[in-house]
């Protein structure tokens, strides 16, 4: 669960950073990206593994979506426990989701044991951190609504005072240039999206509304 249960907001990252940790002639480099999904995780991995390919160790963590209930470690042959967790652990420490970093280690020649290679990958991740501009997000609820034409003006006027995002369903008429009462005719279906904190208020509204049914 998120730091504020209450809250339907919580923090990512701006954009990618990178950082470095360095430890009896081993070096940890560490870079963090802001993801929304594991398709764009596999693709950053997919790119460090290519860039680094020389590299011992590509280690990761990420967390995703509110509260980071989607979460995923690995160790990629570390001792188990010793690389992934440590990244996991400042994720959470910095209180961020929606981001993934990857830590890149070139073996210096001298075993760090367990609790050198913790505090190592540790303090890599922090470093990325560190250097990373750290931003809210919200969590999004989604709904579908279909309603009457003639009821079209009273929920666009509710779900724009309500600051929902709209966005037209695959069952609409694909001839969208044409008239609204044409390319709605007979049923309007539309889908919109909006804070979950702000979801039940709207819900209550639109249920007021004859013949209108939302579908979460």
């Known amino acids: 669960m998120p730091d504020n249960p209450e809250s339907d907001s919580y923090q990512t990252i701006a954009a990618?950073?990178?950082?470095?940790?360095?430890?009896?002639?081993?070096?940890?480099?560490?870079?963090?990206?802001?993801?929304?999904?594991?398709?764009?995780?596999?693709?950053?991995?997919?790119?460090?593994?290519?860039e680094y390919f020389d590299a011992r160790h590509h280690c990761f963590a990420?967390?995703?979506?509110?509260g980071g209930e989607l979460w995923r470690v690995n160790d990629d042959g570390e001792p188990s426990s010793s690389a992934g967790k440590p990244i996991?652990?400042?994720?959470?420490?910095?209180?961020?989701s929606d981001t993934l970093v990857i830590?890149?280690?070139?073996?210096g020649g001298t075993k760090l044991g367990i609790p050198g290679l913790i505090n190592a990958y540790?303090?890599?991740t922090a470093n990325a951190l560190q250097q990373s501009v750290?931003?809210?997000?919200?969590?999004?609820?989604?709904a579908t609504l279909a309603f009457p034409y003639q009821q079209m003006n009273t929920v666009m006027k509710l779900l724009k005072e309500s600051l929902a995002s709209i966005s037209y369903g695959e069952n609409l008429s694909h001839e969208k240039h044409l008239s609204p009462e044409k390319s709605f005719s007979p049923d309007c279906r539309l889908s919109f999206s909006i804070r979950r904190?702000?979801?039940?208020?709207?819900?209550?509204k639109l249920s007021l509304i004859d013949q209108l049914i939302i579908t979460p």
């Open 16 to 50: 990618p950073a990178t950082g470095v940790f360095k430890d009896k002639g081993s070096k940890f480099l560490s870079f963090a990206y802001p993801v929304s999904t594991e398709d764009e995780i596999k693709e950053y991995l997919k790119e460090i593994k290519k």
């Open 62 to 66: 990420y967390r995703l979506g509110w």
């Open 88 to 96: 996991l652990g400042q994720l959470r420490s910095y209180h961020v």
């Open 103 to 107: 830590v890149v280690r070139y073996f």
């Open 122 to 124: 540790r303090q890599a």
């Open 134 to 142: 750290i931003i809210p997000k919200y969590d999004i609820r989604h």
């Open 197 to 204: 904190s702000l979801f039940p208020a709207l819900s209550q």
